[in-house]
Every structure is written in C-alpha cells, then in structure tokens.
C-alpha cells in the first residue's frame, strides 16, 4: 500500500472536538510539598561543607545525605548543566523527568520537587531557592530549567552528523559515574537517565511545536539550589553547548565550568529530618 502524500481530511465536527475544555491532568493541589516555613528554617543555618566542580564539557559526581542540599552555581560565564540523581543506595531509582513534569510544569523552579521512578515514585530532592525564578515564561513561550529535553548524546549527534563527538552529556555523566563507582563504562551507562537542564532557556514553537533552546539567562552569581529528601548520588554535566544559544554537541562554543556545593543544615534541623519514603502503593498490579 502507498503511503498517501495528502493527510486524513477533518471530520465535520472538527472544531468541535478541538474546542473540548483543557483538563489539567492530574489534582496537582494534593502534590506533597515543603511548607516555605520548613525550607525557610533549612536555609537559615546553611553551611558549605563540600565543593566539587564540573569541568567544561566534562561531569563530576557528588553525594549529598538526606536532609544536606546542594546548590549549582554559574561562575565564569553563561553555562547550562545535565543533571543526573540516583537514590545513593540503589541506582535503579532515579530522577524521573516525565513525572515530575506532569506533577509540575515542563520548567521547575522554587518550590517544585525532583521525584524518583517508579515504582518508588518519592520526593528526591525539593528547590528551595532559583535566582532566576524571576525569569518566568518569556514570549517565545521559554521558561528556564526545563524537564522536557533529555540530554545531548552522542548516538543521536552521530545519526544526524555522523560524527563520534565524545563530550556529550550523555558521554560526561557516564564517565563521572564510572569513575566514581569504579565501575566499567558499559555497566554504568544504562543508569544515566534523562535530565534535569539546569540554567537552560527551552520552549516549543508555537507554530510547529517543535523542542527549541536559545541563550541561558544565567549569568555568574546565579544558583540554583536544592534540599535532598533522600540520600542522593547526583552527577552534574557542563553542556558542550555552553549557554546553548547557538549549537551543542561539538567545540564551537565558549563553555565554562559550574560549581556544586554541598550544604549542611543546622544538627538540631537534621535531628528532626524524615526522610521521604517510598510510595505506599503495594505493587500487587491487581494480581
Ligand atoms: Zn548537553
């Protein structure tokens, strides 16, 4: 059968069914959150007690205890960063981008959670401060910190350019968890999962709806940062796209490093601390 060269023609009642009411698709009132008092009273105390740096076009790794935080700062020029977070314990759950974004937005920012796979399916870290929270919906319709993109890699750079280009996101964080576990390349790289973009300015067009980038908005000073609910293993990656204004996944743009630091809390807040749980449902499917 050939494949017709014009589209299915509209039904009569087409309008119709495109004038259907938006529904947002879950009771995202009933989404367990942080009170701002609680993180309020986490960020009064805060204290550095680790820095790690993530190199242009390259990843590190970091752990942060449950109750500590970590903050990604922008600090020689414009950079966006691939983040990847493990429960520290057990590397099959991990930050699950889709979910968040129907719990939340397509762009996370003060306030929104990271939450875990399922069938964990918890809170792994909570956004308790964003400098460029201000930047809100621009009119391209981009926002900042997005869950809808994953990460550049270097399987599709090579099915669009046939090129091997090898600082990728995707080949940064699968280096950085191999050399923190000591582990083989191969072992490691099924556990790199989509991301979170930090710093990156992303939207869909509004003609074509296709997944569009423009320059970051973050400039040295501005951090992002995050209280972990769990014991977490996260590894950061300095995009080889720089600010992603221009291109990624090759040497062409000016890239920098982003720092991570890791925070501690006051003892008598971690003495109260409750780690966030796994989800309560029991698996059984209906079996
Ligand atoms: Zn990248």
Redesign the pocket.
Known sequence: MTHPKEPASEPADANERRSAPVVVCYDVASVPTRAHSDIETWRRDLVVVDTVIAAPRDAACFEVPAGYGFRIHSVDGPQ?G?LNLWNQHDLSESFFSGKTRQLHATHVTRGDRLWSSLPALRAMATITWDTLEWYGWDEDGGGVHDVIGT??DPYTNHLLKDVDYHQ??HSNLTRALSDHLSKPLAEVEPFVHDVLNVFMCTGFTKDTHQYFMKASPVRPGDYIEFMAEIDLLGAL?S???GDCGSS??DDDTACYPLKIDIVKPSDEYLEGFVKASVNGYDSTHGR
Do not use: K
């Open positions: 966006v691939d990460r550049c990728c996101c990656s995009c080889p796209g990624h996944s």
